[in-house]
């Protein structure tokens, strides 16, 4: 008998027919050669059953039936693709062996094990896990398969996380609906990263600027000329700034100190599918999404570049000779003169910023392939370039620089200069016909983004005498604000929800956050589009900013006290259970047990909250587009987590009786949240007068202090913050919000009563928070 090859869509099939079955006969659902039947899935052909599979009663949403938490959730086939299922069925019985060929991930894993449980499939099973679609990898990949029981926790994490986002989609989805007669979506990533949309407008909505100078020195020591900012504590008062430009000008100056030392820029990292989409947005204003759809067109269709829906940045030892031979395809392309100038020693297994196996799981980073690039549209031409010019720039030098530090007094005045003399291009020559680099440009030192050094580029030497004076031959005062935080970007975002909402610029850090992140490289598109096409979410140019629909959704789930629903980091912690499970570390029924849980809690917290009136939702911007609108009836979530087809309003928003009875007379919790939020969010402002009007609730732990903590936004801050009295309580940990009573008895006694809480890991414990740090307001789980 045959053997027949699943692959996750028919363009795979074709290209490993192409490559191992060359004469195969095309029967249009499938390909069938002489060793080998090859045919493909089109995607999900199985997924999970609705809630009325389980029971008639569910048809109808009613609160009064939840939690629905189904003993042993059922599959069912998608209507849509049901022949292609027949289809494979009836070859699986012609063949006495099957190998896995779909997408070599969690996803791919996913959907090739919801085939094979359907159709009760039991023959021994072979996986074929490659990173692209060569012919060359292709039979290579064939000559290594593996053992499909060698993906078997891949296959559970798989399970747990479609199955997790079941639960909390249904459940939460049809809790907040039926609750408050509006169709509501909500999920297990989707909520947590409007949380981080809605938490940054409130940012930028409640900042209040403040103004501030700068004063700048222009000196003059021989022929060299440099400019200095003033060092100092920041200018508040014009008059001060003033003062100083006047104390300067014209006098002379001594060199308080200089240094001068070489500064290398190595090449940035290759690219993994999250840090490619960041890149396509910033510089190409593609949506993640597009350059996901992209991506997977230069892998599938034209197979130019290696599997994109990967997360990492570095190659394995089997790699290297890989990159060698793709650089040698590149010579005679429009690349070819940057491979002639190309340094291929520089590529090799110990060069750790390359090759890193222990960081390498799934897939390597993204590159180009020994294929060469034609036919492509516009488009992919752009997004391909980013990919070989940072594959390029790995086998080329550092830029080298030489950076100057210089502190100039001037009547008791100091001054700092930093300046960057390039010396050798290196690897940024390939970049620069793009106009990369600035003759200028502002650098950040520091956690304050109105705090910067300028950085100035010299297009020639720098000389400088230590020992002599220097003439100060002009000054000025330039009078700032502090700016508020930017709007989140789809690469900002992304970048966000890569490490579940810490702001991280460090790439260690990153690369350490992202088993912890919100979603994976390969759902954070369609997590985007899903907030887009429910309307929480609307796009001004590249910004995004958050519709009444999503402020009301948030304000909502938070007003009804399962703010963990919408806690990045915790939602992270899943998703680094997740993948726990994947390798073996972890259980999927512990985990599994704790959403439901979860989901339990969810709908009892939704239960007794008060509904909202109606009036709330109908306040919908104006400006809305139409495609906003027409979501309202479809933004429900399926029993595989995906959107669901549209319902009639009637059907959709169901309301139990008890609560028509009583909608009359109900609050609009939705303002009565709004009006605490807008009450309870604080300034940037570190001015003096930053506490005023707001409430002061407890002493600051930290001894000597002698502030009183008060109530921001996300946390409880010191009052003599502006004194440097650091201490932060968040307001919302381990599923707990803190309240004013509580914090008084937690920094009074170090400890609160026994509470139900949640560990970081989502297990649901007895516990009791304790302040374990005075001076930092550190808290931790105390479960004896």
């Known amino acids: 008998m045959k053997t027949l090859i699943i692959a996750e869509k028919p363009d795979m099939g074709r290209n490993i027919a192409a490559a191992i079955e060359p004469k195969a006969k095309n029967m249009r659902s499938y390909l069938e050669g002489d060793t080998y039947i090859i045919s493909w899935a089109i995607g999900h052909l199985v997924g999970l059953a609705e809630p009325d599979a389980y029971d008639d009663r569910y048809k109808k949403w009613n609160i ?50 919801l085939i094979q449980r359907y ?92 103004t501030f100078f700068d004063v700048e020195a222009q000196f003059q020591q021989e022929e060299t000329n440099y400019k200095g900012l003033w060092q100092g504590d920041r200018i508040t008062e014009k008059e001060k700034a003033d003062a100083i430009v006047s104390d300067v000008k014209g006098k002379h100056g001594i060199i308080e100190s200089y240094e001068a030392k070489e500064i290398k820029e190595y090449p940035h990292r290759l690219y993994d599918l999250t840090l490619l989409q960041r890149e396509a947005n910033s510089k190409l204003n593609f949506s993640a999404k597009k350059t996901l759809d992209i991506a997977q067109s230069l892998y599938e269709k034209h197979k130019v570049i290696t599997y994109p829906r990967t997360n990492s940045n570095y190659v394995t030892e089997q790699n290297i000779p890989e990159m060698h031979k793709a650089l040698t395809a590149l010579q005679s392309t429009s690349y070819g003169q940057w491979v002639q100038q190309s340094d ?92 990369q680099e600035a003759a200028t440009k502002r650098k950040k030192v520091n956690a304050d983004a109105d705090e910067q050094d300028e950085v100035t580029e010299l297009d020639q030497p720098f000389e400088l005498n230590a020992d002599g004076d220097v003439l100060c031959k002009s000054a000025t005062a330039r009078e700032k604000a502090t700016k508020p935080p930017k709007s989140f970007t789809e690469g900002t975002l992304l970048r966000a929800m890569e490490s579940a909402g810490k702001q991280i610029e460090d790439d260690e850090m990153r690369e350490a956050m992202k088993d912890s992140g919100l979603g994976t490289p390969a759902t954070r598109a369609s997590t985007i589009e899903r907030l887009k096409t429910v309307g929480y979410i609307t796009m001004v140019g590249k910004k995004i900013t958050i519709a009444n629909k999503g402020k009301i959704a948030i304000e909502l789930i938070r007003g009804a006290g399962v703010e963990l629903l919408t806690s990045p980091e915790m939602t992270g ?82 309301e139990p009786d008890a609560t028509k009875t009583t909608r009359s007379r109900a609050l609009s919790a939705a303002s009565q949240v709004n009006a605490v939020a807008n009450a309870t969010i604080t300034t940037t402002d570190k001015s003096a007068s930053a506490t005023n009007g707001l409430q002061l609730i407890a002493p600051c732990p930290r001894a000597g202090c002698g502030g009183q903590l008060f109530m921001g936004r996300k946390d409880y801050g010191c009052s003599h913050y502006r004194s440097g009295c650091t201490v932060i309580i968040r307001r919302e940990v381990f599923g707990h919000s803190i309240t004013p009573h509580d914090l008084k008895v937690l920094t009074n006694s170090g400890t609160t009563p026994t509470l139900k809480l949640y560990t970081p890991g989502g297990e649901h414990v007895d516990g009791r928070i304790v302040l374990v740090n005075r001076n930092t307001g550190e808290l931790s789980i105390d479960m004896n």
């Open 64 to 113: 009064s039936h939840l939690p629905i938490i189904p003993e042993q959730f059922k599959l069912i086939a998608n209507k849509r693709t049901a022949d292609q299922l027949k289809v494979i069925k009836e070859l699986a019985q012609r063949c006495d062996h099957i190998v896995n060929a779909c997408d070599a991930g969690r996803e791919g894993q996913y959907i090739f094990s």
């Open 119 to 210: 159709l009760k499939l039991n023959h021994p099973v072979q996986r074929l896990w490659i990173s692209d679609l060569t012919a060359e990898t292709i039979r290579k990949g064939f000559q290594e398969l593996r053992s499909e029981s060698e993906y078997y926790n891949l296959t559970l994490a798989a399970s747990a996380r479609s199955e997790a986002d079941w639960l909390i989609g249904m459940n939460g989805t049809r809790a907040f609906t039926t609750k408050h007669n509006e169709l509501m979506s909500v999920g297990r990533v989707q909520t947590p990263v409007l949380a981080l949309i809605y938490d940054r407008e409130a940012e930028i909505a409640k900042f209040d600027s403040l």
């Open 344 to 435: 291929r020693s520089l590529v090799h297994i110990g060069n750790k910023s390359i090759c890193n196996p222990a960081k390498v799981e799934d897939h390597h980073a993204i590159m180009p392939t020994v294929r060469k690039a034609t036919s492509l549209s516009a488009d992919e031409q752009k997004l391909y370039d980013l990919v070989v010019r940072r594959f390029l720039s790995q086998f080329f030098p550092p830029a080298r620089y030489t950076g100057h530090t210089v502190l100039t007094k001037v009547e008791q005045h100091l001054f700092k200069s930093n300046m960057k003399q390039l010396l050798e291009l290196g690897w940024k020559v390939i970049y620069s016909d793009h106009n």
């Open 573 to 654: 912690m899943w998703e680094k259970r997740l993948n726990d499970i994947a390798r073996g570390n972890a259980s999927n029924e512990q985990f599994m047990n704790n959403v439901k849980k979860f989901a339990t809690m969810i709908v009892d917290k939704v239960r007794v909250q008060p509904m909202v009136a109606k009036s709330s939702f109908e306040k919908q911007e104006v400006t809305a587009t139409k495609r906003t609108r027409s979501t309202k009836k479809t933004d429900d979530v399926k029993a595989d987590g995906k959107e669901a087809k549209p319902r009639t309003r009637k059907t959709a928003v169901k």
